[in-house]
Structures are given as C-alpha cells and as structure tokens.
C-alpha cells in the first residue's frame, strides 16, 4: 500500500469515527431526544451513523491491507446518495430547523455530506456502478419511511413537520413520491459520479 493510499485509508477512518463521536455526545447531552428510537428516527442521524461506520470500516479494511467486499461499492454509493438528500432538504428546504448546536447541524448537513462527495469524486478505488443496480437507493428510504409513518400514525412522533398525520394522507404520499424521487436523481448522479474515472482493471458486481 502506497503512503497515499494509508493516507486516504486513515482519514476514512478519522472521519467516520469523529461523527460518530458527534452523534454520541449529541445524544448524551439530550439534542433530539433520550429516546434512541427517537434519536435515530431522523434520517440525519441514522443515516450518518451507518455512512460514518461504513466509512470506518472501508478505511480499517484498507489499513489491514486486505481488499473490501464488492457488496461495499453499492453500499457506498447509497450512503452518498443518502447524504446527499440530508444536505439538500437541510440546506435549501428547511434551513436551521434542527434542534442539534449549530456546530453539530453544521458537521451532520454540510461538512460530512461534503467529505463523502468529494471522497467519492476524488478516491478512485471503487468501481463504475452498474445502471442495473440504481434500485438499491430504495430499500433503506423506504425502510425508514415506512417505520416513521407508523410511528405517526399509533404514537404520534415524527422527526419532521413535512410528515406529521395531519397533513393528510394526500399530502404525505406526495411528499414521500417525492422524496423517493429526489433520492433516485440523487442516486443517479452518485452512479455517474462512479464513471469519473475506471481502473486500469476491470470491475464487476
């Protein structure tokens, strides 16, 4: 492994592990609620946990010299796809709405979004991303969208005002539609980020 390469392994690493940090501490000072289910209800919060931990883990793999899944490439493209959105809704939708510091809003909704972007665009270790494969943006989205409208709908939590029952089940499943929308255009534009630049060597999935 080439010093660049540790270099870029042990900052995945120092990334994924100070927003881990960040979530933490932000829990343990109350922001967002004691509740973990509460907590990591916000698809900030959830979806920067598992993107931080992913990034820790494809650091870790490479510092150990050893080669990552195949599987880790579509995970990583959907982690990107994922924050994307959170910086996007965030940033332009419904700036300074959130109940975490400034700072930590600041690290979750532009700097750790932007780390992921530009990782992606400038470390050319993963391959192109099959057209085929697009569909995996969704489960997870869903997953969670599915979990937060049930909560609305018996307990009465939802992180986010633009998903609150009383809207109307009209209104909630144009907001979702677009939502899903917005994640597969999201999706898109990380799968062709991927063909920035191929590897000498081909790769498959």
């Known amino acids: 492994m080439s010093r660049r390469s ?6 995945r690493v120092l990334v994924g592990t100070t927003v881990i940090l960040t979530l933490l501490s932000t829990y343990a000072q109350g922001d967002g609620g004691r509740n973990p289910f509460d907590f990591f209800g916000y698809f900030t919060n959830l979806t920067s946990a598992l993107s931080a931990a992913l990034l820790v883990a494809v650091g870790s793999i490479a510092l150990r010299r050893r080669a990552a899944p195949r599987w880790f ?51 050319h270790d993963r391959p192109p991303l099959p057209w085929r494969t697009l569909w995996v943006v969704l489960p997870y989205p869903l997953a969670w969208l599915a979990v937060v409208l049930v909560r609305g709908a ?44 191929r590897s000498p060597e081909p790769h498959r999935l």
């Not at 540790?6 to 900052?11: I, K």
Request: aromatic share 8%; charged share 10%; with cysteine.
């Open 6 to 11: 540790e270099g870029v392994a042990a900052a």
């Open 154 to 197: 018996t307990d009465g939590w939802v992180p986010y005002g633009f998903l609150l029952p009383e809207r109307g089940v009209g209104a909630l499943l144009a907001t979702c539609a677009g939502l899903l929308v917005a994640l597969i255009a999201s999706g898109a534009l990380v799968w062709a980020l991927s063909r920035i630049r």
């Open 73 to 123: 490439a579509l995970a990583r493209g959907v982690s990107v796809a994922c924050m994307l959105i959170v910086a996007t809704i965030y940033n332009v939708l419904v700036p300074g709405t959130g109940s975490a510091p400034p700072w930590v809003s600041a690290m979750l909704h532009l700097v750790f979004p932007a780390l992921l972007l530009l990782d992606w665009i400038c470390i």
